[in-house]
């Protein structure tokens, strides 16, 4: 800015009376912002940040409440109807929380791609449709001698390997050849339908349903959802096929991620008569053996957060359907309920609840549990893991529930991996990537809801916005402000510094910074609101200069650290193993959102800035930036996850907590966004997305996308610049103009286009316009 410029805002915010006089370039004091220390709970250096377990604990606190509430409506429960009333409600949340199925298909049309011939059996490769433009690859075995009626079994695979994995091979030729029909399907992004270019053997599949869940889930579904859907369908092509019995058809998990699928898949299709369920809905390989004694009232029955997100289910902790309740949904069909190692059988609380279930229907034959031997961190032979021996042990199970004679010891003759390979180069063409059809939703979702918003009143579009939000968030409502600690007042000069410890809710802290300038007597300064994902300590780094000029010119600066930035942020990497990706993922196990707790610290914020007389709170700004570093367009994008090195992660929160402090708060006067997302469509234009777990809002494109978030901060100021896509990159002039079509409509609508700056040229002084803001 030069004299000129620094002249003009001088007089402009003479006009609006918050500056006393002409300031000098703010050169000395931009200096000392970036020498101060911006801690506040933590000042100087310390071996641990005391604050960077503050959400993981207050995330384990209301998971354990959950858990709580689970075993009161348990312990509530005494008879048959109780039961299904309450398995019921459980059923219909949870099919719910999976999202939009499309109408099932009248007819599944198979086609066989090959047949080969075994001894005993003989295998088909499948290829059929599950839903428009996604094709489903399955391997199908059968005897070589069929029978009038035979059982059908669907194995439900790990996410760790594909249909064609040799132990699978060997589960299949072993049923095949003792009468069964057997379907081994790949699930969505596994297999020949993966989303990601690298070959076999790797983890590769496992991985990318990380990148998948969220997009699935932007578009208010979930890959549960569209694994269950599938497996569905490949129940039709079981009933379809000649002598099938539909009185025994199985759904036989394996370990590791195939028994949540399977169970789910079960409790939701009442076509399956019996289910292996393998380490689902009680202790998991990883909980420790033997359970202590309390196990009945410790046990965490809800289960915790993680990236995997067929383990976490949307909403399930707050509406019941707990791991334990989807198994027991099952009753009165026929269940083995396994564990792959050692299983403390008298002391598993799920068991005990299981056998109740069972038996209210008279029908504790139905139910059994079988377990491997050793420990997950063990070495084979001692430690079985998934292996013939522990497959075997499920025989006499099946000889004596469906009548499927006792292969003895398992057969083993693997085949290679190109004869089970069910994609012609003809047939490959047809398959849609699953990123493109969740695009194709996400235009015609958001498209529905702009259609609906358009018919509407205008001063009825924000108040609609204001509830879709909310509903996607989980609760935004601000608490009571309490301030714990304010240390004593400090000086930069003749601004004043004040370290607040602001409590937002009980077991949140949110560490604050705030900066007063000096302001004539009977003035009191307006306030702009700094937020970023990497906290006040950078935000005070990256732009000293530009806060420098804000307080210069009469302008208060409030630098608060929501729940897990900065001070209170969780300390490791933010990527899909981190404790933040954990803490987020169990959020929406609870029907909130860490983005929605991270509203409730701005708005709680607000109304305690509110509450000072030193500050004019009628004019407030919200400031959001990013500090992440950006992508090149030519980045190569197709980088694995065992990669040392990955494209950088976008860091979108500040932008997105700017418009959404915009949208709930009356008082904001202008908005500011640097380095923000673009829009939530951008994450589905790749099968690669590099954007943090806890910024995705599940649903979002249900009701719109961020250009109608910023429509409906409209007419005030609003000035958006360096936003990056899906992928950390800038985004390009000529998207940006068609995607905030909404927002430039919104602000011609409301008569104020002039307030509404995107990607400015020449770019314009921050105090210069956030003044003009507060002024209006």
């Known amino acids: 800015m030069n004299r000129y410029q620094r002249a003009f805002v001088a007089v402009l915010l003479l006009a609006v009376g918050v500056l006393p006089a002409l300031a000098a370039l703010p050169t000395e004091l931009a200096e000392q912002l970036r020498a101060l220390d911006s801690g506040v709970v933590v000042l100087g250096t310390v071996r641990q940040p005391p604050l960077a377990g503050m959400l993981a604990r207050d995330h384990a606190a209301r998971l354990r409440e959950a858990n709580v509430a689970d075993r009161v409506a348990w312990g509530e429960l005494r008879d048959r109807p109780g039961w299904e009333r309450f398995r019921d409600a459980r059923l219909r949340a949870l099919r719910a929380s999976l999202g939009t199925f499309p109408e099932p298909p009248k007819d599944v049309k198979v086609r066989v791609t090959a047949t080969h011939d075994g001894e005993g059996y003989q295998v088909d490769n499948l290829v059929f449709e599950t839903r428009p433009g996604l094709l489903m690859t399955a391997n199908l075995y059968r005897p070589a001698k069929p029978a009038a009626s035979m059982p059908g079994v669907l194995i439900v695979h790990s996410h760790q390997q594909p249909k064609h994995v040799g ?103 009442t076509r399956i008569t019996g289910a292996v369920i393998n380490n689902f809905g009680g202790p998991q390989p990883e909980t420790p053996y033997p359970l202590p004694r309390d196990a009945e009232t410790s046990f965490e029955y809800a289960g915790a957060g993680s990236w995997e997100s067929t383990r976490n289910l949307r909403n399930s902790a707050r509406d019941g359907f707990f791991p334990w309740a989807i198994v027991a949904s099952i009753a009165p069909r026929r269940v083995i309920y396994y564990h792959e190692f050692y ?100 235009v015609e979702r958001t498209a529905a809801a702009r259609e609906a918003r358009d018919r509407m009143k205008p001063e009825d579009r924000r108040k609609q916005a204001q509830r879709d939000w909310a509903n ?99 300390g490791d990497t933010r990527d899909r193993r981190s404790s933040a990706t954990a803490t987020a993922a169990g959020e929406l196990m609870l029907g909130q959102s860490v983005l929605g707790g991270r509203v409730r610290d701005l708005r709680t914020l607000l109304a305690y800035l509110r509450t000072r007389s030193d500050l004019d709170a009628r004019k407030i700004a919200m400031w959001g930036e990013s500090f992440a570093p ?85 007419p005030r100021h609003l000035r958006i610049e360096g936003l990056v896509d899906g992928q950390n990159r800038r985004a390009p002039a000529d998207r940006l103009t068609k995607t905030y079509a909404p927002t430039v409509a919104a602000y011609k609508a409301a008569g104020h286009t002039g307030r509404l700056l995107v990607d400015p040229k020449p770019v314009p002084s921050v105090a210069e316009w956030f003044a003009a803001g507060l002024r209006d």
């Open 343 to 442: 299983w403390d059988r008298e002391q598993d609380p799920v068991w005990k609840r299981l056998q109740k279930v069972w038996g209210w229907y008279d029908a504790a034959d139905n139910l059994t549990g079988l377990a491997g031997r050793g420990f997950v961190v063990g070495s084979e032979p001692q430690n079985t893991h998934w292996h013939a021996e522990s497959r075997e042990l499920l025989y006499p199970q099946f000889k004596q529930w469906f009548g499927i004679p006792n292969p003895g010891k398992e057969y083993s003759n693997r085949r290679p991996v190109a004869d089970l390979l069910c994609f012609t180069p003809e047939i490959a063409k047809e398959q849609r990537p699953a990123h493109e059809l969740a695009a194709r939703l996400g």
């Open 472 to 570: 996607l968030l989980g609760n935004v409502e601000p608490g009571r402000p309490q301030l714990n600690r304010a240390s004593s007042p400090e000086s930069l000069g003749d601004v004043r510094v004040e370290r607040l410890h602001l409590a937002t809710e009980p077991g949140i802290v949110v560490p604050t910074l705030l900066l007063i300038p000096p302001t004539p007597k009977g003035k009191v300064p307006p306030v702009v609101v700094g937020v970023s994902q990497h906290g006040k300590g950078e935000f005070l780094k990256q732009r000293s200069t530009e806060i420098a000029e804000l307080l210069r010119a009469g302008v208060a600066v409030c630098l608060p650290d929501v729940r897990g930035t900065g001070e209170t942020n969780t």
């Open 167 to 269: 132990w699978r091979q060997d589960m299949a030729m072993t049923w095949a050849r003792a009468g069964c029909v057997v379907i081994v399907p790949d699930l969505v992004g596994h297999g020949e339908r993966r989303q990601h270019p690298f070959p076999e053997p790797n983890p590769h599949d496992y991985h990318f349903r990380y990148d998948s869940a969220i997009q699935f889930s932007l578009v208010g579904d979930s890959l549960m959802g569209w694994f269950v859907w599938d497996l569905m369908r490949a129940v039709d092509v079981l009933l379809k096929h000649p002598g099938v019995d539909a009185k025994r058809v199985i759904a036989m998990s394996e370990p590791a991620g195939g028994g949540d699928v399977a169970a789910v898949t079960a409790a939701l299709d």
């Open 630 to 714: 950006v992508n090149a367009s030519d980045t190569d994008l197709k980088v694995p996850y065992t990669a040392s090195k990955r494209p950088a992660q976008s860091e979108p929160l500040g932008g997105l907590l700017a418009l959404l402090g915009g949208l709930f708060e009356d008082d904001v006067r202008a908005v500011l966004v640097r380095g923000g997302l673009s829009d939530y469509q951008s994450l589905l234009d790749s099968p690669f997305t590099y954007v943090p777990f806890d910024a995705a809002v599940s649903g979002v494109l249900t009701v719109g996308d961020l250009p109608d978030l910023a429509a409906a901060v409209a």
